[in-house]
């Protein structure tokens, strides 16, 4: 779910210079947008990941891994040495931003397998539906917290036309 920056600025700088500048007829126009694309560029390599955000993210699913390593062993389920092993503590204070980031795809990749396990054998699991759900809540938490970061949309800005001839 979670792409790096970087990816999303050159999403967003090929689609400035390959179908929006060219379809610019001012040559002052055009300029601004390559003047934005540049910008764009030079600010890649200074966005850095929240470390607090991060932790949290890895936290959140390592919890949500312990809950689903519960129910299927009380199910008697048997569950995978990885999936047991990302339940384990961490020292974060050790770790650089890479490996955080790392960390935390391995957790969401984790937490996929060990969900797919509770698909797999809900027959054998009480109350399934309850696991389930709670795993949800404990994502959709850091998909809201990423959500509210957002600035709120300017839609009436971005929908009105200023070119003559087409109405607002």
Known sequence: MKEPFEIYVNRINDILEHVIAPEIESDYIRGQVFAVIELLSQLQGRIEHRHDFIVQD?????ETIRMLISALSTAGVPVP???????????????????????????????????DIVHERRSEISDPEAIERAALEQIQQGIFRDLMLFRPQRFERISRSKRKGDSA
């Open 58 to 62: 890895i936290e959140s699913g390592r």
């Open 81 to 115: 040495a990885d999936i047991c092993g990302a339940a384990q503590p961490l020292n974060f204070l050790e770790m650089t931003g890479l490996q955080l980031r790392d960390e935390r795809e391995r957790i969401e990749r984790t937490l996929s397998k060990a969900l």
